[in-house]
């Protein structure tokens, strides 16, 4: 659900890295600014700065972890329970 006004500071951060794999458009709709990319990215940009993180891209708020889930991986795990 897109947000009903532009979010801003910890709020956009949190919105943008749940969305960012979805790409730069979904995650400014969903952000609530609409189709407004250059806003977007200046308002994400500053609220990043303000909690001491670097950001260029919406890219780079994609974790490790998010990716690995993404792509699949393993599990490790005992065959069975007795064998813990």
Do not use: H
Request: hydrophobic share 35%; glycine share 8%; with cysteine.
């Amino acid at each position: 659900m897109s947000a009903s006004q532009p979010l801003k500071g910890t709020e956009l951060i949190d919105c943008a890295k749940a969305n960012a794999k979805q790409g730069i458009e979904a995650a400014t709709e969903l952000c609530g600014y609409g189709s407004d990319f250059n806003t977007f990215k200046q308002e994400l940009k500053r609220a990043c700065q303000d909690i001491g993180v670097q950001v260029n891209e919406l890219s780079d708020l994609i974790t490790d972890q998010q990716t690995v889930q993404r792509m699949g991986g393993i599990e490790v795990a005992p065959d069975t329970p007795s064998q813990l």
